[in-house]
């Protein structure tokens, strides 16, 4: 038994190596240095958004841009706007989080994400206690 969680676990460190590996080669093989009108090397107004449903509450709001999370706590209602951010030039990318209690079993939760005014992303939950999320990369 201790044999078969260890060879489990060592696939699953396995697995998470070779995606993080795979990920930086294709990362630092698609940047191009002189294509300076790609997205990721603009600055770009970036906007986090919840929805709830009616009778809905929203509590605890977590986004950012990369490593720069922001936490709006304490919040109450069925809708949430964050203030616009702006994302630093080669910045990768935009993440968002929301927790809200619903009303019910039949509640919902939309999360967005939006980049200089066009809708890119968005997530949902569905139920009491609803956690959504989004994750939109530049």
Partial sequence: MKRMKLNQLLRGT???????????????????????????KKSHKVVFKAIASSGSNIDVAVYGIDGNPTTASSLSGTTWTSPEVTSEPGAYNANVAVNAIGANASSTLKVQIWVDGELKKEGSSSGQYLSASASYVF
């Fill in 14 to 40: 396995l697995a998470v190596l070779l995606t993080t590996l795979f990920f930086g080669l294709v990362t630092s093989c698609s940047s191009d240095d002189d294509d300076d009108n790609s997205p990721a």
